[in-house]
């Protein structure tokens, strides 16, 4: 199941863990502001702009929905 508050919040912990601000994370990314507030939209995030925020920060797109707590992408 989708979890907004999950999402948003393992996001702003990497950025802080990474020592990067949200806005760069976008900038890398090539993504917009946007995306940001489709978190919080009933449809969620595009997968690609999962992936996207999942490669950055080489974590898996499972860490950051909420569905586990290990972050290492399994390749």
């Known amino acids: 199941m989708y ?3 999950v ?3 393992r996001i702003k912990l ?4 990474r020592g990067v601000a949200l806005k760069d994370v976008l900038a890398e990314c090539d ?3 946007n995306v940001v507030s489709r ?3 009933v449809g969620g995030m595009y997968s ?3 992936a996207r925020f999942a490669d ?3 974590v898996s797109v499972d860490y950051l929905l909420g569905r586990t707590d290990k972050m290492e ?3």
């Open 31 to 33: 993504l917009s502001i």
């Open 7 to 9: 999402l948003k919040t």
């Open 14 to 17: 990497l950025c802080k863990e």
């Open 39 to 41: 978190i919080n939209d």
């Open 48 to 50: 690609f702009t999962l």
């Open 3 to 5: 979890n907004a508050e």
């Open 56 to 58: 950055y920060f080489d």
């Open 73 to 75: 992408v399994n390749r």
